[in-house]
């Protein structure tokens, strides 16, 4: 059993967390907000996968599904599955969640400032994750933070661990977070805009530093973000989302090489530098907004907004369909 | 600069611009200085899209908010056109106010919330005494529709408006006194990307209908490099770097100019970017380092760099460096 997985490993790595069907709703006052609609996909061991989208896409919303931190009420998981290491998510208590959250899978969020707690030092922080979920002493504790501090390449580690997360710069608060989520050296990580807030020299750097440590770890990375640029540096395979969809889904290259949803296009278009370079070229902007998930056009969620829209798309909305191998896509346009 | 640019009419010239803020440090009420702007001597053209890039705390909004004096300087010059901007009483600047107009990033706090559309588009028009009421009216009215929203907005409020819709709205208001130039502060950066590329597109067009002057302040460097005829790049409080775009992308000479442009993520996964990433935060402008701000994290740091601080000279026609090297 041991010999044949190794043998794998050296052609397909391990699929890490396989979703299927994840179905996340909001009951308000409004109505229900469908934020993830039947969304499905798998990661695979030490490999990045990417949720690509704009406001309200249900980009973290997928994020939080997976980490069983979906406010009840008025969230909730309606159907689906979320199988990491053969198990079913959803299915576990919430004993058995926390055990999973930290160990197995952690987090990292796009406010560095708001995601620590302002009072207490980092050093204590990192060792508090330490100490809740390895059965290791305070001193083996404090000794491992000052690892991690030094993995995630915080000058002066030993010093830092005194400091308040005010008294440190923006990047340096976003690497104690990542060493907060590499403390107990998990399988997956869920970045959600992780540097979203940050200066883009030290946006590289974290990107930098994500990647090595996604190398020489094997974790995999969920990364969300809006960013088209972060995308194709860091992951492997993309997903797009509109409205709580999946509207493509393919490997980094088939995507920005052969982007096909008219969705997908417009953003590609929408960005500088893909297709115009120069204000001698207009940017191929998509009209109307983003919209609200509480008014969402029949048929296809995107028509009201899509050049190519015809009948069928005002009636009836379009499967994931494969085109091309492991290049699926929502659209009548393809069948 | 003499020989090239003398056919270019000089909008705004500022000389020798500084500005320090008194701040207080820790919770015992400690003073300090931060120093965020230090010596600026920029000219804009009329008719050009200056972009104005520089990671945060450069000092490149408050540069912004200097150039229209909505704020004023420490020490230094803001000329428009003929005008020292910062020798004129309120009443004389007043009615150069019109000329010098500003869209602020964030559509939801620069709105006031308690106005209707009409109002805010329309404020400037009654402040300065334009038209009668009716005229103000139309006036608002048509604004509204070459920045693209839908005439019965009119009498809404800004809460009923998603934020790209908010900032068509910013620019109405800017537009209504018919200004030479608008600063735009990070005019796109809260936006979703399908929303940003509107809003981009929508400012082109003005500009080139309203022969219009831009000061593009923005810390996304693809949205610079594409609005922009020539870039400023900012280090805290100090212009590092001045050249046309094509220029300073194709030859960008200063190290931290090219560390920036080698940071930003290509969306292409089949290019990789060549990495000169730096090392190291950028520093408190509170206690900024001796001699070259940049020193401590430039990989081609010299002795005297620690010292001294690089005149800013124009080593080629039109592209202006602050660096030893």
Redesign the interface.
């Known amino acids: 059993m041991s010999g044949s997985i190794s043998e794998r490993k050296i052609t397909m790595p391990e699929t890490l967390i396989q979703v299927r069907n994840l179905k996340t709703y909001f009951l308000t006052e409004r109505g229900v907000a469908k934020a993830v609609d039947d969304v499905s996909f798998d990661i695979r061991e030490g490999e990045t996968l990417a949720i690509v989208g704009?406001?309200g896409c249900g980009k973290s919303v997928t994020a939080l599904s997976i980490m069983g931190l979906i406010p009840n009420p008025p969230g909730e998981v309606v159907g689906g599955t979320i199988h990491f290491n053969g198990r079913d998510l959803l299915k576990l208590s919430e004993r058995e969640m926390r055990h999973i959250r930290g160990n197995n899978i952690s987090m990292i969020f796009q406010e560095p400032m708001t995601s620590l707690n302002p009072v207490f030092q980092i050093g204590d922080q990192i060792t508090e994750v330490l100490t809740l979920h390895q059965k290791i002493n305070k001193r083996e504790a404090r000794d491992r933070a000052i690892e991690l501090l030094k993995a995630v390449r915080i000058p002066a580690p030993e010093s830092r661990m005194a400091d308040y997360p005010h008294q440190m710069?923006?990047?340096?608060r976003q690497r104690v977070m990542i060493a907060m989520a590499l403390a107990c050296s998990p399988k997956m990580i869920i970045a959600d805009e992780p540097t979203t807030a940050l200066?883009?020299?030290?946006?590289?750097?974290i990107?930098?530093l994500m990647e090595q440590l996604s190398e020489t770890t094997g974790t995999a990375i969920l990364l969300i973000t809006?960013?088209?640029?972060?995308?194709?540096?860091t992951?492997h395979d993309v997903i797009v989302m509109y409205a709580g969809r999946v509207v493509e889904k393919a490997d980094?290259?088939s995507l920005?090489?052969d982007p096909r949803h008219p969705y997908t296009q417009?953003?590609?278009?929408?960005?500088?530098?893909?297709r115009?370079?120069?204000?001698s070229t207009?940017?191929?902007?998509?009209?109307g907004?983003?919209p609200s998930l509480f008014g969402l056009p029949k048929g296809c969620k995107f028509n009201d907004?899509c050049k190519f829209a015809f009948d069928r798309c005002l009636q009836e909305e379009p499967e994931l369909k494969v085109i091309n191998q492991g290049h699926e896509v929502r659209c009548w346009l393809f069948g | 600069m003499e020989t090239q640019n003398n056919q270019k009419e000089k909008l705004i010239v500022t000389r020798n611009l500084k500005k320090d803020y008194t701040t207080t440090v820790g919770g015992f009420g400690q003073k300090a200085v931060v120093h965020a702007l230090d010596r600026i001597d920029l000219e804009i053209y009329k008719g050009e899209?200056l972009g104005l890039v520089g990671?945060?705390g450069c000092g490149k909004s408050t540069l912004g908010r200097m150039i229209i004096r909505l704020e004023n300087p420490t020490e230094g010059e803001v000329h428009y056109r003929d005008k020292d901007l910062l020798s004129l009483s309120r009443k004389e600047l007043n009615p150069l106010r019109r000329n010098l107009q500003i869209i602020f990033q964030d559509p939801y706090s620069s709105l006031n919330a308690r106005h209707t559309i009409g109002q805010i588009i329309g404020e400037g028009l009654k402040i300065h005494h334009i038209g009668t009421h009716a005229e103000q009216t139309k006036n608002v009215k048509d604004l509204m529709k070459v920045v693209g929203l839908r005439e019965d907005a009119y009498e809404a409020y800004p809460h009923e408006f998603?934020g790209?819709?908010r900032q068509r709205i910013g620019i109405a208001r800017a537009l209504a006194l018919n200004p030479e130039l608008i600063v735009c502060d990070e005019p796109v950066s809260a936006l979703?990307?399908?929303?940003?590329?509107?809003v981009?597109?929508l400012l082109?067009e003005l500009q080139k209908e309203f022969q219009l002057t831009y000061l593009f302040i923005s810390?996304d460097?693809?949205?610079v490099?594409?609005?922009s005829d020539r870039i400023a790049v900012m280090y805290l409080g100090r212009l590092v770097e001045l050249a046309p775009?094509s220029e300073l992308y194709i030859n960008p000479t200063h190290p931290y100019t090219r560390?920036?442009l080698?940071?930003?993520?290509?969306?292409?996964?089949?290019k990789?970017?060549d990495?000169h990433?730096?090392?190291g935060?950028?520093p408190s402008p509170i206690s900024p380092p001796k001699g070259c701000h940049f020193h401590p994290r430039c990989p081609e740091a010299k002795p005297i760099c620690r010292e001294a601080v690089p005149e800013f000279k124009e080593f080629r026609p039109d592209h202006w460096v602050r660096c030893f090297r």
Do not use: W
Not at chain 1, 226 to 233: I, S
Not at chain 1, 266 to 274: D, N
């Open positions: 704009e406001s710069s923006g990047g340096m200066d883009v020299t030290i946006q590289a750097q990107l930098e809006h960013n088209l640029g972060v995308v194709a540096e992951s980094a290259h920005y090489g417009g953003l590609m278009g929408s960005i500088p530098g893909i115009a370079d120069d204000k207009k940017l191929e902007a998509i009209p907004m983003v907004r | 899209t990671e945060s998603s790209g819709q979703d990307v399908s929303i940003q590329a509107q981009i597109n082109l810390h460097l693809s949205v490099k594409y609005i775009k560390a920036l080698s940071a930003v993520p290509i969306p292409n996964p089949e990789k970017r990495r990433s730096i090392s935060d950028v």
